[in-house]
């Protein structure tokens, strides 16, 4: 645990040395606020619920999170440092974690600024603070799942541009993948095929406030799924 939090220690480092996670932080926290407040003018609606805010995550995170991760691997690559990252007495496992980490917590800093929003709202209405905790639940799990994805294809990412580019490519995908079945009569097996790999569709609960089992171990598999690939690709790159 040491050598991780050594790592995630220099990752945030990393990440506040630049501007990225200035911009980042600042985009999200303005854009998410105007959604809600003038695009879907929260006050007009006079419902105690902010699941329009918090419906909109992931889209949103199709482009934060490939902004977060672009860098991590292919800066790496770009530079040539990744193979003096590998011979630090770290294990492949260790690194894509304390990458991973690093990552998590600009994602978790970013969404503990949010709290303003629910915080500020609830006097002008019964919220049911349950149902906060629940889609905050949801978007950190979705966001640990997209952060994974980030990190899987910077690491096989030459430089940010393509990293992004990938990044962003993959995540549309995995979010809008079961807006086929709106557009296309398709078997009931192969629409819950399709239903099954959406980010979006898992999140749909989550956006309600609700805590699905099923939908908590469709994050955490991914996440683990595409952690455990990076570390393939660095086993990979230091073997060969």
């Keep these: ?9 220099k990752e945030l480092s990393s990440y506040f040395n630049s501007a990225i996670a200035y911009i980042v932080v600042i985009v999200f926290l303005v854009f998410t606020s105007v959604w809600l ?17 918090f419906g909109i995550m992931p889209i949103v995170f199709v482009f934060l999170l490939p902004a977060v991760t672009m860098r991590s691997w292919a800066e790496e690559n770009k530079l040539g440092t990744v193979e003096l990252l590998l011979t630090l007495p770290f294990t492949e496992g260790q690194t894509v974690l304390g990458k991973f980490f690093g990552a998590a917590s600009l994602l978790l800093i970013t969404l503990v600024l949010t709290l303003p929003v629910p915080l500020s709202v609830s006097p002008l209405g ?3 603070s349950g149902q906060i905790i629940g889609q905050y639940i949801g978007t950190l799990l979705l966001g640990a799942a997209g952060i994974s994805v980030g990190l899987f294809m910077s690491s096989i990412s030459r430089n940010q541009i393509s990293a992004f580019i990938m990044s962003g490519v993959v995540m549309l995908f995995l979010t809008l993948v079961n807006q086929v079945n709106y557009v296309m009569a398709a078997p009931g097996w192969l629409a819950g095929i399709i239903n099954y790999v959406s980010l979006n569709y898992h999140f749909n609960g989550f956006e309600k406030g609700l805590v699905d089992s099923r939908d908590v171990i469709y994050y955490l598999v991914l996440t683990v799924l595409f952690l455990y690939l990076n570390v393939k690709v660095l086993v990979f790159r230091k073997w060969r």
């Design 1 to 9: 645990m040491r050598q991780i939090a050594t790592l995630v220690r």
């Design 126 to 128: 019964d919220f049911e």
């Design 37 to 53: 407040f003038y695009i879907q003018q929260f006050y007009v609606q006079n419902v105690a619920s902010l699941r329009s805010y």
